[in-house]
DNA sequence: CGATTGACGTACG
DNA sequence: TCGTACGCCAATC
């Protein structure tokens, strides 16, 4: 357990399991910081510069966009990843996002 | 070193 | 119900 909030966010995205989606918000919220989505994002940023392979394709916003696709390259590679996961998108939006969303506060929480 | 921005989300008017 | 403002913390300008 790491006590910096990035780091934290690192570990999270890394437990996300293959076909399975979740937001900024939620991870936020499960580091006890709902309003620091942001962050998040920021981390996801970030993350291109770790060596770590974090799974940020995993991590969308509240609403099943895929907001930050442009980052995975030119194309739209972030969905690609998704839907050879099996998760289907549709235009950058995750169709039945509740379907596939994997809520940290619930899936680690314990 | 101070101000602005950023892969978002919630609160308030 | 829709639109605007603020918070989160680090990096960049």
Do not use: C
Request: charged share 25%.
């Amino acid at each position: 357990m790491q006590e910096n909030f990035f780091h934290q966010v690192y570990e999270v995205v890394k437990l996300i399991p293959k076909g399975r989606v979740t937001s900024y918000g939620a991870i936020a919220k499960y580091l006890s910081s709902p309003k620091a989505a942001r962050m998040v994002g920021w981390a996801m940023n970030n993350s291109h510069n770790l060596e770590d392979n974090i799974p940020a394709q995993r991590v969308v916003n509240r609403i099943g966009l895929l907001t930050g696709k442009a980052f995975f390259g030119k194309g739209n590679e972030m969905a690609m990843l998704l839907k050879k996961e099996g998760i289907e998108v549709k235009d950058d939006q995750i169709m039945n996002f509740e379907k596939y969303f994997w809520d940290p506060s619930i899936e680690l929480a314990l």
